[in-house]
């Protein structure tokens, strides 16, 4: 069965870095789109970046410039680089198979907190 596992989550302070990285297994990775969404307390859950299987990426325009997500089929990998984190960069961050538009299984989310 499709299995996604996030890490790479904690504590940073403002203005640092962080690597998530999403562990995925029983499905033909790298014939699938990945996408990484957010969601902080209080509100929906919002897109943050996907990478189509020929690599193409976007970005919410909240995270345009300081993420970069990118993928590494041979070891079934998806990640996610953030860069100059902000308190409102603060959520669960949620892997997910296949693009923004297409059906696809849930990790069960790694947490980011941004504070000094």
């Known amino acids: 069965q499709v299995e996604l596992v996030e890490s790479g989550g904690g504590l940073v302070q403002p203005g640092g870095s962080l690597r998530l990285s999403c562990a995925a297994s029983g499905f033909p990775f790298s014939q699938y789109g990945m996408t990484w969404y957010r969601q902080a307390p209080g509100k929906q859950r919002e897109l943050v970046a996907s990478?189509?299987?020929?690599?193409?990426?976007d970005y919410a325009d909240s995270v345009k410039g300081r993420c970069t997500i990118s993928r590494d089929n041979a070891k079934k990998m998806v990640y996610l680089q953030m860069n100059s984190l902000t308190p409102e960069d603060t959520a669960v961050y949620y892997c997910?198979?296949?693009?923004?538009?297409?059906?696809?299984?849930w990790g069960q989310g790694t947490q980011v907190a941004v504070s000094s």
């Open positions: 990478i189509s299987s020929v690599r193409r990426t």
């Open positions: 997910k198979q296949g693009g923004p538009t297409s059906y696809g299984e």
